[in-house]
């Protein structure tokens, strides 16, 4: 059953209030400009060039002067019919209050003057406020499109393209080119963030508050320190709260309420040791004013180098006696410092965890092993299970002795009507076979007719051979299910006519975009019809 989607839309009267709730609160800072980074995209014989970030940053300069500047001298050309802007303005904090208006007003007609002529963009979706908090034992992604998050953090508010157009004008190269100018010009990583792509960012750094804290030689207290750059209203009230988190619990706690002039106080927590997050709230404005999660060093471990002893070199021959080449050794040693408190029940937890995330990474199919015993069936089960995953996406199988027998083990056991299997094979297979690929093809072709009604597939197997496509040898299984956000993809660690059979890994790809645009690109390749081997509902 299919509902119609009702967008949401923040009413301009609710973005303008937080944007002026942070703009003119104290404790998170005291503001006397913004600075604007617009990078847009032009393309040739039209006028209005298309938006591909835009952030306004406010900050607080001891001597503010307008400013206006190109960061790349001319259009950096990306393709043929698209080149690259990007400017930077310094602005009075007055001057961005009708800027962000003007963009509540226009969130819906694909198009907006902040200053510099008309920009192109999507449907803009308002976003309430959204704290992204500093780099810190954990990387916060978000970082990468901000402007020096490393304070305490930074609120944003932004209007979100939904439309994407020019993740889907360009190319994964063209996209990669892109990307690359940009943060060589400017520390912006869209590349990483490419769900930013068109938005436009407000960001309000949090840089009056100052926090530090540390512990006892025994880890059972932690005292903090907080204070104000300056001044806040005098009938403010912040509190400071302190978690430290092992084993999925809260293993210490600590909270404490004060004024503008900061505070300086320990809590006796029991053990300091541990993962540590501290939290500065504006009470009277709810608003986070830092956020910090860390740990504290409790062993440093570094490598000491030096020339190898007696300065002897290691001397590598050819087979006629001649010099290769001389290496010069390096004597390397180990150095730790530890702390002298030793908790010995953390060996005993630390294992249960190990176990513990072996057996969850089995569950989600992130990690599966086989081969210890011969286990095909076991691991053909696995497989097909993977692939039932796509519901109503697609799946791409990248096998380089792929055959339409390995199909019908895994992709006919299948359940669903609606989802199409990719499959790229190699000529390989034939030259093993001791065939020629065309030969090989129509073999394969006479299975496929006798071994199944095929009601209900859809199935392209496409062979890369002679000088269609390139050559390859990982095994991949990709699943693209339209109704998820992400896609997946697994490393098979062997061909799937050998499954089971010897020692083998199923694991999850890390980057599962970039093996599906590898699998596309080589796809697209061999779109001749002396490639295909077979196709059935496509």
């Known amino acids: 059953m299919y509902r119609e989607r009702v967008n949401e839309k923040l009413p301009t009267e609710y973005l303008l209030h937080e944007f002026d709730e942070l703009?003119?609160?104290?404790?998170?800072?005291?503001?006397?400009?913004?600075?604007?980074?617009?990078?847009?995209?032009?393309?040739?014989?039209?006028?209005?060039?298309?938006?591909?970030?835009?952030?306004?940053?406010?900050?607080?300069?001891?001597?503010?002067?307008?400013?206006?500047?190109?960061?790349?001298?001319?259009?950096?050309?990306?393709?043929?019919?698209?080149?690259?802007?990007?400017?930077?303005?310094?602005?009075?904090?007055?001057?961005?209050?009708s800027i962000?208006?003007?963009?509540?007003?226009?969130r819906d007609k694909k198009e907006v003057d902040i200053g510099d002529g008309r920009l192109e963009t999507g449907y803009l979706e308002g976003v309430s406020k959204v704290f992204i908090q500093q780099d810190s034992t954990k990387e916060m992604l978000l970082?990468?499109?901000?402007?020096?998050?490393?304070?305490?953090?930074?609120?944003?508010?932004?209007?979100?393209?939904?439309?994407?157009?020019?993740?889907?004008?360009?190319?994964?190269?063209?996209?990669?080119?892109?990307?690359?100018?940009?943060?060589?010009?400017?520390?912006?990583?869209?590349?990483?963030?490419?769900?930013?792509?068109?938005?436009?960012?407000?960001?309000?750094?949090?840089?009056?508050?100052?926090?530090?804290?540390?512990?006892?030689?025994?880890?059972?207290?932690?005292?903090?320190?907080?204070?104000?750059?300056?001044?806040?209203?005098?009938?403010?009230?912040?509190?400071v709260l302190s978690e430290g988190v092992f084993d999925d619990s809260i293993i210490s706690f600590g909270a404490r309420t004060f004024k503008q002039e900061g505070c300086n106080t320990t809590f006796e927590v029991g053990d300091a040791s541990r993962f540590c997050r501290t939290t500065i709230i504006d009470v009277k404005r709810q608003l986070i004013l830092s956020r910090q999660e860390t740990s504290f060093i409790r062993r440093m471990t570094c490598v000491l180098q030096m020339g190898a002893q007696y300065g002897e070199q290691r001397i590598i021959y050819d087979e006629?006696?001649?010099?290769?080449?001389?290496?010069?050794?390096?004597?390397?040693?180990?150095?730790?410092?530890?702390?002298?408190?030793?908790?010995?029940?953390?060996?005993?937890?630390?294992?249960?965890?190990?176990?513990?995330?072996?057996?969850?990474?089995?569950?989600?199919?992130?990690?599966?092993?086989?081969?210890?015993?011969?286990?095909?069936?076991?691991?053909?089960?696995?497989?097909?299970?993977?692939?039932?995953?796509?519901?109503?996406?697609?799946?791409?199988?990248?096998?380089?002795?792929?055959?339409?027998?390995?199909?019908?083990?895994?992709w006919y056991f299948t359940k669903s009507m609606n989802v199409t299997l990719y499959a790229i094979t190699s000529g390989e297979i034939a030259e093993k076979s001791k065939m020629s690929v065309c030969d090989w093809i129509e073999q394969q072709q006479e299975i496929m007719e006798k071994r199944s009604n095929h009601y209900g597939i859809h199935v392209e197997l496409r062979c890369q051979w002679a000088d269609y496509g390139y050559s390859f040898h990982d095994r991949f299984l990709m699943v693209l299910n339209l109704d998820q956000d992400t896609s997946s993809v697994w490393s098979l660690g062997t061909s799937v006519n050998s499954l089971g059979n010897k020692h083998h890994i199923i694991q999850s790809v890390e980057h599962p975009q970039m093996m599906i645009d590898a699998f596309e690109e080589l796809w697209n390749e061999l779109d001749a019809p002396e490639c295909l081997v077979w196709k059935k509902g496509v």
């Open 100 to 106: 962000f208006e003007l963009l509540c007003n226009s």
């Open 143 to 239: 970082n990468k499109v901000l402007k020096n998050n490393f304070i305490n953090g930074s609120y944003i508010l932004e209007f979100f393209d939904c439309d994407k157009k020019i993740v889907n004008v360009l190319n994964t190269v063209q996209f990669r080119k892109m990307t690359d100018t940009i943060f060589d010009a400017i520390p912006i990583d869209l590349f990483s963030v490419s769900d930013r792509i068109g938005n436009f960012v407000f960001q309000f750094p949090s840089t009056n508050v100052r926090v530090s804290y540390k512990k006892d030689d025994m880890e059972r207290q932690l005292t903090y320190d907080v204070s104000f750059d300056k001044e806040c209203e005098s009938d403010d009230q912040f509190l």
């Open 320 to 410: 006629t006696g001649q010099v290769v080449d001389i290496i010069e050794l390096i004597s390397a040693e180990n150095v730790n410092i530890e702390q002298p408190v030793i908790r010995t029940r953390d060996s005993h937890i630390h294992k249960r965890q190990y176990s513990r995330r072996v057996d969850e990474l089995y569950a989600r199919a992130e990690f599966r092993r086989y081969g210890r015993d011969s286990e095909p069936q076991k691991a053909l089960k696995d497989v097909i299970a993977l692939m039932n995953r796509a519901q109503t996406g697609k799946v791409y199988l990248w096998d380089p002795y792929l055959t339409v027998e390995d199909i019908l083990h895994t």
């Open 23 to 97: 703009i003119s609160c104290k404790s998170l800072g005291s503001y006397n400009c913004c600075e604007m980074v617009s990078i847009y995209l032009c393309q040739r014989e039209k006028e209005m060039p298309d938006n591909v970030y835009t952030i306004f940053v406010f900050e607080t300069r001891p001597n503010v002067e307008k400013s206006s500047e190109r960061l790349l001298k001319k259009l950096k050309s990306i393709t043929d019919t698209y080149s690259l802007g990007i400017q930077r303005k310094v602005l009075d904090v007055s001057e961005v209050r």
